[in-house]
């Protein structure tokens, strides 16, 4: 498998399909990085043609911002602006929910407009285009998942569906927790949470979410977002249920039921 | 004796309406203290929002028990009120149920419908009495409550039943003296409620029915003026602002962050040093995020006192489910607080004088602003469409960025970021490892 660079595409004199923006934890995080390969393992297997920005890619300022710091916020927006609008990137797909949230809503006001594709959407329009076929029989047939909405792809921007219509194809029982959709708890792990100690408080958010999502008596937690991956990981481990409940992103879940 | 009391009421109620239009005007003004910000455009999405949010109260509809008892309090109240406009002409004109022979047949069929409504508003607000001191439900017991929050909440309720029991004790005497054919009370016809009670007046002699009838003509019209004048000193005032609220509500996704278009501009000249040339003179130091009712938008001050407390956004809030000290009905609490008392300091000098406070520490902490997730839980249970994320960001921008405030971790991500451009210790180089892996 070949994955290439925008700038080698730039090299070429050619565009690819879409830039898919791999993000910190995609990159860095060991965890999230199956997430990644797994996403980009679909992508050469449907074949999509795509690009990552690979050295030149930067933190979108998520973090930075919602913690309150807007001149590092600026800063890395505007550097990666300018990269992408040098490339003439048009689309890009992303497997987290807070660069693809960054990306498309607040992007544009500095000057950066794109189309903003979540991986799960984009999920559901490989199945709908009839480009994954899935296994035989199936994995996860049976199984029971119960499906954990991060806050930036729900609440944040109203994507709830997409999600659960690719978890659907799976053959799988779809179970859902009392907080879910618009209501789902937060795992704890936004507006910069991930990279400090929580507050003092009677227990941890995602001990509460881990709970939560155990008690629904599911072998297969799905997330969308490598940070509430993080979070739920350690919220089961919490309950003592790691050996029996795994906590996935979509991506691995039809990448490991693929043909 | 007949003009005395037209004078008497003309006098009660001209000075309702006197106090509470001052009240009004101090409210628009303290509200008027936050900084300017444009939300006129679309109005097609923002009138939609005044019919699904606030008259709708879609949300409300989340738990529908509440709801249903909450619509019938909300359009009861309403509804009823109708009846004050006869109640303030007779008063004025020292007539006796004046629209009976302008509506005629139909004078029956509305008083009736507006007992039926006072009968649901009566259980409504009997059963919200329970709820709240009863039943022990979590967001009604929070701390956030304690002292006058907490008897606000019963006052309103109390004088709701009250006002509605007079209306109908009212009708009640006024039915039973029709029955007897006095002349002053006018046939209307039979009222669905009253009509069916009359009888347990039968014995009562005529010159205490209309005693009772009088005395709670007086008192339902005297109660509502005084709670005309209440509603501004209370949570109860959402009655009237979460129709502005509504309309004034973001239309943007919830998950998108307000821009900081003088921080955008001082990076941008920073990286491209070349545009400094055209750009004129900045005027004075600017101010980076909010530490004190001034400096939020004056939605975030119309949100705090459109407030009513139902603890909504704190029963899904994150943090304050797992006990940290966020409640992001206190932030709505502590913002009208802190405007208030800036309206006051402004009503004794004239204008402000510095009292040495801030809505950042004296009201609200550190803690309380750190343990946010931004996840929008907040905005999205609220019914009457405020953001009190919107405000903990703008707080948490004046940490950061005018005092350097911020937990040792956070700056340490900072750095990483302007470093290595990533939140953690990562050589920027390792950033296509994965894909170096694949590739092999």
């Known amino acids: 498998m070949q994955i290439k660079t925008m700038a080698t595409y730039a090299a070429n004199g050619e565009t690819p399909e879409i830039l898919f923006w791999v993000g910190c934890a995609g990159s860095f995080d060991q965890r999230a990085q199956k997430i990644t390969k797994a996403f980009a393992t679909i992508l050469e297997k449907t074949g999509v043609q795509f690009a990552i920005l690979g050295k030149e890619e930067s933190c979108t300022g998520d973090p930075a911002r919602r913690a309150g710091n807007e001149f590092i916020f600026q800063m890395m927006a505007q550097n990666n602006i300018q990269l992408l609008n040098m490339y003439g990137v048009k689309k890009i797909v992303t497997a987290c929910p807070h660069c693809f949230n960054i990306l498309k809503n607040e992007y544009p006001a500095l000057g950066g407009n794109y189309e903003v594709i979540h991986h799960t959407t984009f999920l559901q329009s490989l199945i709908d285009e009839g480009k994954i076929k899935m296994k035989e029989g199936g994995v996860f047939k049976g199984k029971k998942i119960t499906y954990h909405d991060s806050c930036y792809l729900g609440r944040g921007n109203n994507i709830y569906e997409a999600p659960r219509k690719v978890l659907e194809t799976l053959d799988a029982e779809l179970v859902e927790m009392k907080r879910c959709r618009s209501k789902g708890l937060c795992c704890g792990a936004g507006g910069a949470q991930m990279f400090k100690e929580e507050e003092k408080g009677t227990t941890r958010i995602n001990f509460e979410r881990g709970q939560e999502a155990v008690d629904t008596g599911a072998s297969v937690i799905a997330a969308n977002c490598p940070f509430c991956m993080t979070m739920l990981t350690d919220g089961v481990k919490e309950t003592g249920k790691e050996d029996t409940v795994k906590v996935l992103d979509i991506a691995e879940l039809i990448a490991m039921n693929m043909e | ?440």
């Open chain 2, 1 to 440: 004796m007949r003009i005395v009391q037209e004078l008497l009421f003309i006098i009660a109620f001209g000075t309702a309406v006197y106090l509470f239009s001052t009240k009004v005007r101090q409210i628009r003004r303290n509200i008027l203290l936050g900084r300017d910000e444009d939300l006129n455009d679309h109005p097609d999405l923002r009138w939609k929002n005044v019919l699904l949010l606030a008259f709708g109260q879609k949300k409300m509809f989340r738990n529908p028990l509440v709801a249903v008892l909450h619509f019938f309090v909300y359009a009861g109240f309403i509804i009823i009120n109708l009846e004050i406009l006869e109640i303030i002409l007779d008063g004025i004109v020292g007539t006796h149920r004046l629209f009976v022979p302008v509506l005629g047949g139909l004078y029956p069929i509305l008083i009736s419908a507006f007992e039926v409504l006072a009968v649901l508003v009566t259980l409504g607000c009997a059963i919200f009495l329970v709820r709240r001191n009863i039943l022990k439900i979590r967001r009604f017991m929070s701390r956030d409550l304690n002292g006058w929050p907490r008897s606000d909440a019963n006052y309103i309720l109390i004088t709701e039943i009250v006002l509605m029991l007079l209306f109908l004790t009212m009708n009640t005497a006024d039915q039973q003296m029709q029955l007897r054919g006095s002349e002053h009370y006018i046939a209307t016809g039979n009222f669905l409620v009253s009509g069916s009670l009359a009888s347990i007046f039968n014995n009562t002699p005529d010159g205490t029915l209309i005693a009772i009838e009088r005395t709670c003509w007086w008192l339902h019209i005297l109660g509502i003026l005084a709670f005309l004048n209440y509603l501004p000193y209370s949570k109860h005032l959402h009655i009237i602002l979460a129709f502005p609220n509504a309309y004034y509500a973001r239309l943007e996704p919830m998950g998108e962050m307000e821009n900081m278009p003088a921080v955008q501009r001082e990076v941008q000249l920073m990286l491209q040093p070349e545009l400094a040339a055209n750009e004129p003179a900045p005027e004075g130091m600017p101010k980076f995020g909010a530490k004190d009712v001034f400096d939020l938008s004056w939605k975030n001050l119309l949100d705090a006192y459109s407030c009513t407390e139902c603890g909504r956004c704190s029963a899904a809030c994150p943090a304050n489910i797992t006990g940290k000290a966020l409640s992001p009905r206190k932030i709505m609490m502590d913002t009208r607080d802190r405007a208030e008392t800036v309206g006051r300091n402004i009503n004794e000098n004239g204008e402000f004088r510095d009292d040495g406070k801030t809505l950042l520490r004296d009201h609200i902490t550190e803690e309380e602003l750190r343990a946010c997730t931004t996840c929008n839980a907040c905005v999205q249970e609220c019914p009457v469409s405020i953001s009190p994320l919107d405000i903990i960001v703008q707080l948490r921008r004046h940490l950061v960025m005018e005092e350097s405030s911020a937990p040792a971790e956070w700056t340490g991500m900072f750095s990483n970021i302007e470093n290595n451009m990533a939140p953690w210790k990562f050589s920027m180089d390792d950033r296509d490892k994965w894909a170096e892996e694949m590739n092999q």
